[in-house]
């Protein structure tokens, strides 16, 4: 099949289009992060409870709120607080689901302001991620933030909320949950007794057949704008387009809101390997791609992905592909100098069945892994370090790593070119 070119990529960016997308982006951090809030935040002692709230309660930020009530009912030192959502029927069956204590909030200024509130959930449209994010630490709250941290062209504001959450000694938790799957510290503890060897090549994939991602439900085709739809909340830092129920509703399938493949999957499928072996920025990253299937109704971002990343400081090499046409799956493998590590059945959110050690001398081993509930997990390691001020598994420095990777992927793709980064002055070439 032939990779299409930047012409015929539906939603492609012209160079100047590019540029003034990602200058908006690059402007948006001195103002979204600005946030009209002093810094605060109560201490909080091992036996206090950590008042929660949750900005975006669709079908993810939905999930997390029955997990942290169930937390609460099972012992965990954890309460609903608050629940905020651009759209007014969500709002409202989210708050009734919480509890009668549960503040209802239309905006997540209104919701930050509360008190009561000491960390937030964003589970947002990925490109209110980083705003939002800036205005919580900004107020003095911890977040646990949806993966990806933000969108593709937001590269300033990752940078930006990486030093912000220093300065303010804010704990974040960027929400990829496989990293809290004891599955990949067996990995990392093989790699680090020399299984084998010094590891160059890394090559994992994610498969998936069907669009019904970003083809998202539309539960009122007749909804409009107004006081039970905020569209200019919705929109945020975008381009000002006029109002669509698809746009609204299924977002994932528009560039101005979303990445496709290289931000909705790669994130769980790459940030092992980040953690694993270290990883910071990328020196180069290629990708190519396009829409090969689902191009019947107005989608933008590509089903078909794969991104290329050198870090050469490490000598090292990671090759990701994706496609939404077949789901029949490819094993991952790290590559050494002295052998490989397969993954058998990988569900890169949780873990995967098992990892065979293929050595160049001696017997090959198969060791048992784990699907453990890595949500669970994750939630439990930012409470924890609500508590004690350590850094949680998934940091925003972690985060703007990963995020610096998708970024370069995305600039890539949308421009046919190889992207760069300057790890001196800290910015993306094309």
């Not at 002093?38 to 709230?53: E, K, M, Q, W, Y």
């Not at 960027?174 to 790699?191: K, M, R, Y």
């Not at 975008?238 to 129920?245: E, L, Q, T």
Request: net charge positive.
């Amino acid at each position: 099949m032939t990779t299409s070119t930047t012409q015929d990529r539906p939603g492609s960016l012209s160079r100047r289009e590019f540029l003034q997308t990602t200058a908006k982006a690059t402007a948006a951090a001195g103002i979204l992060g600005a946030a009209p809030f002093a810094a605060r935040g109560r201490v909080l002692g091992a036996n206090d409870t950590v008042g929660v709230g949750f900005i975006g309660v669709g079908g993810r930020g939905r999930s997390h709120l029955d997990l942290v009530r169930w937390m609460s009912e099972h012992g965990y030192k954890a309460r609903l607080v608050a629940v905020c959502d651009a759209y007014g029927p969500r709002l409202r069956s989210a708050a009734q689901s919480a509890g009668p204590d549960v503040k209802p909030y239309r905006r997540h200024h209104e919701l930050l302001a509360d008190a009561a509130v000491d960390a937030v959930l964003i589970a947002t449209p990925d490109r209110l991620h980083l705003p939002q994010a800036l205005d919580a630490i900004a107020a003095g709250k911890d977040v646990y933030c949806e993966k990806p941290m933000g969108h593709w062209s937001q590269f300033a504001l990752a940078k930006r909320f990486s030093q912000e959450t220093l300065r303010l000694r804010r704990v974040v938790q960027i929400g990829n949950q496989g990293n809290s799957s004891q599955a990949w510290h067996q990995v990392a503890e093989l790699i680090q007794q020399g299984a084998i060897g010094r590891v160059s090549h890394i090559q994992a994939g994610y498969y998936r057949e069907g669009d019904w991602g970003e083809r998202m439900p539309i539960p009122d085709p007749k909804a409009t704008p107004g006081p039970d739809l905020d569209w200019e909340a919705f929109l945020g830092d975008a381009p000002r387009k006029p109002f669509s129920v698809e746009r609204f509703f299924s977002w994932r399938s528009y560039l101005d809101y979303a990445g496709g493949p290289c931000t909705d999957f790669f994130p769980h499928v790459f940030t092992p390997f980040v953690s694993i072996f270290g990883l910071a920025f990328p020196a180069r990253a290629a990708a190519t791609g396009g829409i090969f299937k689902y191009d019947h109704y107005g989608r933008e971002v590509p089903d078909t992905f794969n991104l290329c990343l050198d870090y050469t400081d490490k000598k090292l090499a990671v090759n990701l592909t994706c496609t939404q046409v077949n789901e029949y799956p490819t094993e991952p493998c790290i590559r050494g100098d002295e052998g490989a590590i397969t993954l058998q059945n990988p569900a890169w959110e949780v873990g995967f069945d098992t990892v065979t050690v293929i050595p160049k001398k001696g017997e090959r081993r198969v060791i048992k892994g784990e699907k453990p509930n890595t949500t669970l997990k994750h939630w439990e390691n930012f409470l924890e370090c609500i508590r004690t001020r350590e850094t949680p598994l998934s940091s925003a420095q972690f985060g703007y790593h990963v995020q610096t990777a998708f970024c370069m992927g995305m600039m890539s793709f949308l421009k046919d070119r190889v992207a760069r980064f300057d790890c001196a002055k800290e910015r993306m070439l094309l």
